[in-house]
């Protein structure tokens, strides 16, 4: 039975290393995410995952027979002796009928969708979970440091690396785990699969495929992150101009400065359009250089299937089966540069969270600590010494009384440590 959430406050929350933002990988940002994922007091947590990686291989295995059932109907229609019923067994052919063998295509298809929405929808309470214990833990652990980090860095700042943070968290559960893994989990099918039914070559065309595929769209994406960046950057510019312009409208207008404004906006907006168009122009290349790619390997491994077509060896089922699992292999394979470009960006978002959670708080308890017991209301301060920064002391042994029931004004002139 599965267990409800616990509230955010209970429990112990899993460690991290001392300090994470080290490991700026993805194999590292996996380690530390673990034990959100895999939490040791949340046995139906683990029951989804565990679920969720067995219906994950269901729907590969449905996947692959998708091909087959194809070449069945194939087969089954061209009279092949390869079909799985020959004609002369007429009521088993009856069954494996061209007709049959259409439908059971059919439904392998919705089982296969099946199959994949219900592992993305059991997986994705492990998700959010593990997206709100971090966030919870980040943000306890901002409160308990000290007022000097918190002076050392805007509030927005901060605001931003715990909602990017939390971000980058679910992109990297939800792309490893619903995208990366199974595409190397039908990768790795299909070679076994062509190697059982076909040979070698047609598994080393694949691989060699697979390999230059994944190197292009590798290099093109780096590329076009940084034209990416740039347009980022010049949308910001344009953006906090504007704003900057209409929140000052009086004074633009005082000094008849709308042309003048209206320029600067045009220029960053300038900026913006040809980044823009750099970066729609770069997505044209890189898919382009995937569909020559790609094209190739699947040209390859049909001419092969051709020829064992004329010499005998394959039906023309096989030749229709080795179309639609190249076909379908590059479907998963399509989305890699845009899981390679946020798996990326969530590393860096979950790097600067990290970066928070691995800054010891300056003030805490020693070992041991008994609770504070107040006898009276008096508040004695004795020889305090106090600096946020160590070059710049704001109290230096500041002594005074406050009997209890009394009030102290704290006077002096502005940055003589009243605040403090």
């Given at each position: 039975m599965a267990q409800p959430d616990s509230a955010p406050g209970t429990g112990e929350s899993p460690p991290l290393s001392n300090n994470p933002a080290e490991n700026a990988t993805l194999s590292g940002t996996l380690?530390?995410?673990w034990p959100y994922i895999w939490p040791g007091d949340r046995i139906d947590l683990k029951m989804r995952v565990v679920w969720s990686m067995l219906l994950l291989l269901v729907?590969?295995?449905?996947?692959?027979?998708?091909?087959?059932?194809?070449?069945?109907a194939i087969d089954a229609l061209t009279g092949a002796d390869t079909a799985p019923v020959q004609p002369s067994n007429w009521p088993?052919?009856?069954?494996?009928?061209?007709?049959?063998?259409?439908?059971?295509?059919g439904?392998?298809?919705?089982?296969?969708?099946?199959?994949?929405?219900?592992?993305?929808?059991?997986?994705?309470?492990?998700?959010?979970?593990?997206?709100?214990?971090?966030a919870y833990r980040t943000f306890v652990h901002m409160h308990e440091l000290s007022l000097r980090f918190h002076l050392e860095r805007k509030t927005g700042g901060l605001t931003r690396v715990l909602e990017r943070g939390r971000t980058g968290i679910e992109v990297i559960v939800r792309m490893v785990i619903l995208q990366l893994i199974p595409t190397i989990v039908e990768v790795s099918l299909l070679m076994a699969v062509l190697l059982w039914?076909?040979?070698?070559?047609?598994?080393?065309?694949?691989?060699?495929?697979?390999?230059?595929?994944?190197?292009?769209?590798?290099?093109?994406?780096?590329?076009?992150?940084?034209?990416?960046?740039?347009m980022n950057d010049s949308d910001t510019e344009a953006n906090t101009k504007a704003i900057d312009s209409l929140l000052n409208y009086e004074t633009v207008k005082y000094f008849s400065a709308e042309e003048r404004e209206a320029a600067r906006y045009?220029?960053?907006?300038?900026?913006?359009?040809?980044?823009?168009?750099?970066?729609?122009?770069?997505?044209?290349?890189?898919?382009t250089g995937q569909a020559i790619i790609f094209t190739a390997g699947l040209t390859a491994t049909m001419l092969m299937c051709a020829i064992g077509v004329r010499n005998g060896q394959n039906t023309v089922g096989d030749f229709v089966m080795v179309n639609a699992m190249m076909i379908q292999l590059y479907q998963p394979l399509n989305f890699m540069g845009m899981v390679y470009r946020e798996?990326?960006?969530?590393?860096?978002?979950?790097?600067?969270?990290?970066?928070?959670?691995?800054?010891?708080?300056?003030?805490?308890?020693?070992?041991?600590?008994?609770?504070?017991?107040?006898t009276s209301g008096n508040v004695r301060f004795e020889d305090v010494?106090?600096?946020?920064?160590?070059?710049?002391?704001?109290?230096?042994?500041?002594?005074?009384?406050?009997?209890?029931?009394?009030?102290?004004?704290?006077?002096?002139?502005?940055?003589?440590g009243k605040s403090t």
């Open positions: 380690l530390h995410l729907a590969k295995l449905a996947t692959l027979s998708v091909p087959f059932t194809f070449k069945w088993l052919w009856l069954i494996a009928s061209p007709l049959i063998m259409t439908l059971s295509y439904a392998v298809r919705v089982l296969m969708a099946v199959f994949t929405q219900w592992r993305d929808g059991l997986f994705a309470r492990v998700a959010m979970h593990a997206v709100r214990k971090l039914k076909f040979d070698w070559r047609y598994v080393l065309v694949t691989m060699i495929t697979v390999v230059i595929y994944m190197y292009y769209t590798y290099v093109a994406t780096e590329w076009r992150i940084e034209i990416r960046r740039t045009d220029r960053s907006m300038q900026r913006y359009e040809q980044a823009s168009v750099k970066t729609y122009t770069s997505l044209a290349v890189l898919n798996i990326k960006q969530a590393i860096i978002d979950i790097e600067k969270m990290f970066n928070v959670l691995s800054r010891d708080p300056e003030i805490k308890d020693v070992p041991g600590a008994r609770p504070l017991v107040v010494r106090f600096a946020y920064e160590a070059e710049r002391p704001i109290l230096k042994g500041l002594s005074f009384d406050v009997p209890a029931g009394k009030t102290v004004a704290i006077v002096g002139p502005s940055g003589a």
